[in-house]
């Protein structure tokens, strides 16, 4: 049954339907959604800003570092940056469904390429101050939970349906392709041009991405949404629409499911130090962190074979499960390659995962709801890895890291398993 209302109250220009693809083509990414000018333009921005804003997420823990000499200051920083997003994401959901979306991109794009200038006019006055850049990324972070909402809830003015889960593919993987390219680019850029000019290459490419807003058409609230105002009343509201919605909720639950008990990130450096060293701690270090995003990228690239899927409440659930199984490979693995073939293997569920789970959230979601449902999504997304970190790092120490994985891959399929079989809604669930 279809639960979905439909995703175009705006005009898309689509394309009319296609003959199915044969051959090798049917692996491939799908890229349907590249032919509506409008989204193609917002996409073609996301490949320069996903590295440019690399760049900043390096730089910032670099320069506390240099500045401290402290790895707890470096973790304090992620927290001043943390806090300020959940915030921010939650309330810039109940705007983003009050207000004309492209006005708040721009205005929210704008605040984040001013907080880079300021991030580079301070490191390039050599003011050295923790408190100023934990400030700035504090700004940063609030500045983005606003927009994240905003943006992601507008892909389903831009695109039909029927290709969300091609444009979640698209999107995602470019976003995991920065993940893995940025850190690369900054750390060959260090040497050469120092470290204040990384803010700068971010701010710049930042204004790529205002004029793919810029050329968007107006996205104005619709209905009666307009004459709201965004308040601790709309973001509860929010709240008691998914709880109300067992399909959402458990689009919500699937990915806090994968990410508190199956995230092992933590208990990466332990491993490469115990496990793997005899690999190179510095080598398998790198390796353990590059398995994910590199699965992910793949699993992107190869999209064409699961976008077209219209079971998405399956296809979520057997991601989830199946980033559990890999998780929990990766744990019993004793081998530095096979663990990395574990993790990509894990990345491409991850993707998997992800793609559905964001067109759930864009087709069972009424357009006046969109953009809270984005800020939960946010933070969900966000807060998850973190909650996964401290329950990690105190498993690994009490009865050691690779039982700690592998415990946490085996304990995400028991508990995904339970839920989709407890609640129909999710199985059930397709466009």
């Known amino acids: 049954m279809n639960t979905s209302e439909s995703s175009t109250e705006t005009a898309t220009d689509a394309p009319a339907a296609e003959p199915p693809r044969r051959g090798w083509r049917r692996w491939a990414m799908d890229t349907r959604p590249l032919r509506i000018p409008a989204y193609r333009r917002l996409w073609s921005s996301t490949i320069v800003t996903a590295v440019g804003s690399q760049l900043t997420a390096v730089a910032v823990p670099k320069q506390i570092y240099d500045i401290t000499h402290s790895s707890a200051w470096v973790g304090y920083a992620s927290l001043a940056g943390l806090l300020p997003m959940v915030a921010f994401a939650l309330w810039g959901g109940a705007v983003a469904d009050t207000v004309d979306r492209r ?76 993940l893995v390219a940025g850190p690369l680019l900054a750390g060959a850029l260090i040497p050469v041009v120092g470290l204040p000019e990384l803010y700068l290459i971010d701010a710049l490419a930042l204004t790529v991405t205002m004029w793919a807003v810029v050329r968007l058409p107006a996205l104005p609230p619709l209905g009666e949404a307009a004459a709201r105002r965004a308040g601790v009343r709309e973001i509860a509201a929010g709240f008691r629409y998914i709880l109300r919605r067992e399909v959402l909720l458990l689009s919500f639950v699937a990915d806090i499911v994968a990410m508190v008990f199956g995230m092992p990130r933590a208990l990466f450096p332990q491993l490469a130090a115990e496990t793997y060293g005899s690999w190179g701690e510095g080598l398998a270090l790198g390796v353990l962190f590059a398995g994910i995003p590199v699965g992910a990228v793949l699993g992107g690239l190869f999209s064409g074979v699961f976008s077209r899927a219209r079971r998405h409440g399956w296809m979520v659930i057997g991601a989830v499960v199946g980033w559990g199984v890999a998780v929990a490979g990766f744990g019993l693995s004793g081998n530095l390659w096979i663990a990395f073939a574990f993790l990509a293997a894990g990345g491409v569920a991850d993707m998997v995962s992800m793609v559905f789970r964001g067109a759930i959230l864009l087709s069972a979601a009424t357009d006046e709801m969109r953009g809270r449902m984005q800020g939960v999504f946010t933070v969900v997304v966000a807060g998850g890895p973190r909650l996964a970190d401290v329950l990690h790092g105190t498993a690994g120490s009490a009865f050691g890291p690779r039982a700690a994985v592998a415990g946490g891959g085996a304990l995400v399929v028991v508990v995904m398993l339970a839920l989709a079989f407890a609640v129909p809604a999710l199985r059930r669930y397709r466009i």
């Open 103 to 178: 006005k708040l991109l721009l205005v929210t794009n704008g605040g984040i390429a001013v907080t880079s200038l300021l991030f580079w006019a301070q490191a390039v006055t050599g003011l050295e101050s923790v408190v100023v850049l934990m400030a700035l990324l504090a700004l940063q972070q609030a500045f983005f939970g606003l927009n994240a909402p905003a943006r992601n809830a507008s892909i389903a003015r831009l695109v039909p349906a029927d290709q969300l889960a091609a444009a979640g593919a698209l999107g995602s993987t470019v976003m995991q392709t920065g």
